[in-house]
């Protein structure tokens, strides 16, 4: 089993900046990937951004591209998810989650995705 914690979310103002935490413990795996999602309000929950563990290879949803950067410390077994200009469309749920992957392969799909943190609420306001 895997467990993970995420931290960081709270209120800001629009252009402001935030960074978001994802502590992981537990089973181990030769690699995986770890990702951010987000679900606002009515609205289903989506991909932010994913890292592979191994290469670092990232991936950004296009409505993050250029504002939010995903990274990982190895030996605090931690993803961050550093965001910066944050607009009122990224209030949201932020969900930490994470998979074994094949090596150096990085899935953008919810349902690839076995472990999920609690979610961590991060507001925007205009």
């Known amino acids: 089993q895997v467990q993970l914690v995420e931290s960081g979310g709270e209120l800001v103002q629009a252009g402001g900046s935030l960074r978001l935490s994802c502590a992981a413990s537990g089973r181990t795996f030769s690699d995986a990937a770890m990702a951010w999602f987000r679900q606002a309000p009515g609205k289903d929950r989506e991909i932010a951004a994913a890292i592979s563990w191994s290469t670092s290879t990232p991936y950004y949803a296009g409505s993050v591209k250029g504002r939010f950067t995903i990274s990982r410390d190895n030996a605090k077994n931690t993803v961050y998810l550093q965001m910066s200009s944050l607009k009122p469309e990224d209030t949201a749920v932020y969900y930490c989650?994470?998979?074994?992957?094949?090596?150096?392969?990085?899935?953008?799909?919810?349902?690839?995705?076995?472990?999920w943190g609690q979610g961590t609420q991060v507001t925007v306001s205009s």
């Open positions: 989650a994470a998979t074994p992957t094949p090596a150096g392969i990085v899935y953008t799909t919810i349902g690839r995705y076995s472990y």
